[in-house]
């Protein structure tokens, strides 16, 4: 946590290379975060830069079939579909928000892949630092699978082109947006389809974090790591929540059919 | 529809009437029945809840009801919440309102009565209102704690005179009605996970208006963190979850 008071103006020269940057990435990204690097969902880890963007950022947010959407009000802050090499990838930002707060965002990543190929096994539905995971080993062609986690929302280094794309919108919305989000990643496929969901809420407005000596503080990635959630029966509630909330979602999620 | 069923009602003292509705459910995540005299339902949002209406929440559900005077109550998981009193005194206003709860967890937010308006009952203590966001919790074993937020409340154990708890402490009185020494919230890790609970069900799993499960206090005081959150996000790396660019 900190007790900063200079957020803006810190981000203000983040922001001004932002806009750039997000027309770079999204041009050629491929994942969402908390996949590690160099784990391309296609096979052969057909690398997406070598893609061109074929369509522009939609508006609505019922363009995400087969993904279900918590009740209320979603924007779409970001909505694209790009030929990669062995098929096609669209990608989805939608963001709730509540009086100037994001208060929920929705990622999806959805791959067709071609007739000829087939999916590998997603390394990524294994990872220690998930507070809880699911591997669905009878289910998709390559493994189902879900977890709990937190998603760092950082933009020092060299950030994920959605948590930029979360910045500048944020930004440009003069939204309130955590530094961290938990929530729950799905990963379901079918024969040639791949669909990851990741559903995250804002912390700050579940669980306020303690004052500090400078007044009211925001959570940090840091303090939702599994050995923060282990020493606070607030945050372990929050995460059960989210377990809970995951077992019943699951269902929810329809695998798209082979187009 | 509240309102329509109060219209034309003598509402300045109570009546014996189940089927005045003193508030609506705004929110219902699972299992939540209502029960008054032997009638018991399933409730809904949007529902209407009743004067001496019992609000019984299953395992990991929970429900948040607002009052007449927009007064908010949550109730968290395995809870059992009555309304006891309402004296409605028009214009949005209460005169009285006493809820007991026997087990389990409630957030209360005081709505626009005045803060005598307001009481809290459980089975070895009295909780008077003086502020306006707090939770009340009584465990298995008869013990009530009260943690608050924003604002102040007064408690009068079973044992003992009142004792003023204000924001940001945490009171338990023992079965025994015996009070023990106000501490820091964060101290009581039992009740603060009682709470944390109540409002992420409410958030996560709600079936109504998701948003709306956040008080306006909640979100107005996250709001104005905007410049720190952007800071925090500007001088972290996003590298422990998944930094750069997989496939780039």
Same mark, same amino acid.
């Given at each position: %946590?900190?007790?900063?008071?200079?957020?803006?103006?810190?981000?203000?020269?983040?922001?001004?290379?932002?806009?750039?940057?997000?027309?770079?990435?999204?041009?050629?990204?491929?994942?969402?975060?908390?996949?590690?690097?160099?784990?391309?969902?296609?096979?052969?880890?057909?690398?997406?830069?070598?893609? $061109?963007?074929?369509?522009?950022?939609?508006?609505?947010?019922?363009? $995400?079939?087969?993904?279900?959407?918590?009740?209320?009000?979603?924007?779409?802050?970001?909505?694209?579909?790009?030929?990669?090499? =062995?098929?096609?990838?669209?990608?989805?930002?939608?963001?709730?928000?509540?009086?100037?707060?994001?208060? =929920?965002?929705?990622?999806?990543? =959805?791959?067709?892949?071609?007739? /000829?190929?087939?999916?590998?096994?997603?390394?990524?539905?294994?990872?220690?630092?998930?507070?809880?995971?699911?591997?669905?080993?009878?289910?998709?062609?390559?493994?189902?699978?879900?977890?709990? /986690?937190?998603?760092?929302?950082?933009?020092?280094?060299?950030?994920?082109?959605?948590?930029?794309?979360?910045?500048?919108?944020?930004?440009?919305?003069?939204?309130?947006?955590?530094?961290?989000?938990?929530?729950?990643?799905?990963? =379901?496929?079918?024969?040639?389809? %791949?669909?990851?969901?990741?559903?995250?809420?804002?912390?700050?407005?579940?669980?306020?974090?303690?004052?500090?000596?400078?007044?009211? /503080?925001?959570?940090?990635?840091?303090?939702?790591?599994?050995?923060?959630?282990?020493?606070?029966?607030?945050?372990?509630?929050?995460?059960?929540?989210?377990? /809970?909330?995951?077992?019943?979602?699951?269902?929810?999620?329809?695998?798209?059919?082979?187009? | &529809?509240?309102?329509?069923?109060?219209?034309?009602?003598?509402?300045?003292?109570?009546?014996?009437?189940?089927?005045?509705?003193?508030?609506?459910?705004? &929110?219902?995540?699972?299992?939540?029945?209502?029960?008054?005299? !032997?009638?018991?339902?399933?409730?809904?949002?949007?529902?209407? @809840?009743?004067?001496?209406?019992?609000?019984? *929440?299953?395992?990991?559900?929970?429900?948040? #009801?607002?009052?007449?005077?927009? !007064?908010? #109550?949550?109730?968290?998981?395995?809870?059992?919440?009555?309304?006891?009193?309402?004296?409605?005194?028009?214009?949005?206003?209460?005169?009285?309102?006493?809820?007991?709860?026997?087990?389990? @967890?409630?957030?209360?937010?005081? +709505?626009?009565?005045?803060?005598?308006?307001?009481?809290?009952?459980?089975?070895?203590? &009295?909780?008077?209102?003086?502020?306006?966001?707090?939770? @009340?919790?009584?465990?298995?074993?008869?013990?009530?704690?009260?943690? @608050?937020?924003?604002?102040?409340? +007064?408690?009068?154990?079973?044992? +003992?005179?009142?004792?003023?708890?204000?924001?940001?402490?945490?009171?338990?009185?023992?079965?025994?009605? &015996?009070?023990?020494?106000?501490?820091?919230?964060?101290?009581?890790?039992?009740?603060?996970?009682?709470?944390?609970?109540? *409002?992420?069900? #409410?958030?996560?799993?709600?079936?109504?208006?998701?948003?709306?499960?956040?008080?306006?206090?909640?979100? !107005?005081?996250?709001?104005? #963190?905007?410049?720190?959150?952007?800071?925090?996000?500007?001088?972290?790396?996003?590298?422990?979850?998944?930094?750069?660019?997989?496939?780039?």
């Amino acid at each position: %946590m900190t007790d900063s008071r200079h957020g803006l103006a810190a981000l203000s020269g983040i922001a001004l290379a932002v806009p750039a940057l997000v027309a770079l990435l999204l041009a050629g990204c491929a994942d969402a975060p908390g996949t590690a690097p160099g784990r391309a969902p296609v096979a052969g880890g057909a690398p997406a830069s070598d893609a $061109a963007p074929v369509a522009a950022p939609a508006a609505a947010p019922a363009a $995400a079939p087969g993904v279900p959407l918590p009740p209320g009000t979603w924007r779409t802050a970001y909505s694209g579909k790009q030929e990669i090499v =062995r098929g096609t990838a669209e990608r989805m930002v939608l963001v709730s928000e509540s009086r100037g707060v994001v208060d =929920r965002v929705v990622l999806v990543y =959805r791959v067709h892949l071609g007739l /000829r190929y087939e999916f590998q096994p997603r390394e990524s539905c294994r990872d220690p630092s998930y507070y809880h995971q699911v591997i669905n080993e009878s289910g998709g062609g390559a493994g189902d699978c879900w977890h709990v /986690r937190a998603v760092n929302l950082g933009l020092a280094g060299e950030p994920h082109w959605v948590n930029l794309v979360l910045a500048f919108d944020a930004e440009r919305q003069d939204l309130f947006l955590p530094a961290v989000m938990p929530g729950v990643r799905f990963i =379901r496929y079918a024969e040639g389809e %791949m669909l990851q969901v990741d559903y995250l809420w804002n912390p700050d407005l579940l669980l306020p974090a303690p004052a500090g000596a400078k007044g009211a /503080r925001v959570w940090e990635p840091d303090d939702w790591t599994n050995k923060a959630v282990a020493a606070d029966p607030a945050k372990q509630a929050v995460m059960r929540t989210l377990q /809970r909330w995951g077992e019943d979602w699951q269902a929810r999620l329809a695998l798209p059919p082979r187009s | &529809m509240v309102g329509v069923l109060l219209s034309g009602l003598c509402l300045t003292a109570p009546v014996r009437a189940q089927s005045v509705a003193v508030g609506q459910a705004t &929110m219902i995540v699972r299992s939540v029945q209502g029960l008054v005299d !032997t009638a018991r339902r399933p409730l809904a949002v949007d529902d209407p @809840v009743f004067w001496q209406e019992l609000i019984e *929440t299953g395992a990991e559900s929970a429900s948040k #009801l607002v009052f007449l005077d927009a !007064t908010t #109550l949550s109730t968290g998981p395995d809870s059992r919440v009555r309304i006891d009193e309402f004296v409605y005194a028009g214009s949005g206003e209460s005169r009285r309102i006493v809820v007991s709860i026997g087990r389990g @967890v409630l957030r209360f937010v005081t +709505g626009r009565s005045p803060s005598s308006a307001y009481s809290i009952r459980t089975p070895n203590a &009295m909780i008077g209102v003086r502020g306006t966001d707090f939770t @009340v919790s009584v465990d298995d074993g008869g013990a009530t704690r009260v943690l @608050v937020r924003n604002g102040e409340v +007064g408690v009068t154990p079973g044992s +003992g005179a009142p004792i003023l708890v204000p924001a940001g402490l945490a009171l338990t009185v023992l079965a025994d009605g &015996m009070p023990e020494t106000p501490e820091p919230g964060p101290a009581d890790g039992e009740l603060q996970a009682a709470a944390a609970e109540v *409002t992420a069900l #409410l958030a996560i799993a709600g079936e109504g208006d998701t948003a709306g499960a956040f008080e306006d206090e909640d979100v !107005t005081a996250v709001g104005g #963190l905007r410049g720190q959150a952007a800071s925090v996000r500007a001088g972290t790396a996003a590298s422990q979850v998944g930094a750069g660019c997989g496939g780039c």
